[in-house]
């Protein structure tokens, strides 16, 4: 359960504040909603409090937890299944809307990976950047440390 005020992910879509908690009337039967607003793109998302966990809804990380992402992010021993660009970001797709910062820490390492063999296509350089953003800001609430710095802190696990 959320309150306003609280931090929340939301697959996909990213971190966001819990605004308001609202209660609506869809056909005959009244249904709350918690109200986010995605903190990236200023888009607000209705979501039924009864479904959220069914979603992906969740807290952010705790500040244990960050260790774990640079441990999956600093893997090299991943072998990463050669196959068609599109079935490749598909599969990712898949994992960032599971919305489980550890398969996005993992999607952002292979793509990372990946690309010093070979140029990734537009699309899995726009994901890889999806993948980045996410972690920064999850990561950046859970350690109350800058993005700026969390950015400088991920780039420096791949170089």
């Given amino acids: 359960m959320f309150n306003v005020g609280d931090m929340a992910v939301y697959p996909a879509h990213g971190v966001g504040e819990i605004c308001d908690i609202e209660t609506r009337k869809v056909g005959n039967i009244e249904q709350s909603f918690y109200v986010l607003k995605i903190s990236d793109s200023s888009m607000v998302v209705m979501i039924p409090t009864t479904t959220s966990e069914s979603v992906g809804l969740r807290s952010i990380i705790a500040p244990s937890e960050v260790d774990k992402v640079f441990e999956i ?17 598909r599969a990712y797709m898949e ?12 999607v952002l390492r292979d793509l990372y990976r990946l690309s010093e063999d070979k140029d990734l296509s537009f699309g899995e350089r726009k994901m890889m950047d999806t993948a980045k953003s996410l972690l920064t800001k999850e990561i950046s609430l859970a350690t109350k440390i800058a993005e700026d710095q969390v950015i400088k802190n991920i780039d420096h696990v791949f170089i």
């Fill in 73 to 89: 992010l600093q893997e090299t021993n991943v072998t990463i299944e050669a196959q068609p660009w599109n079935q490749r970001y």
């Fill in 95 to 106: 994992k960032i809307k599971t919305g489980s910062v550890y398969e996005i820490a993992g």
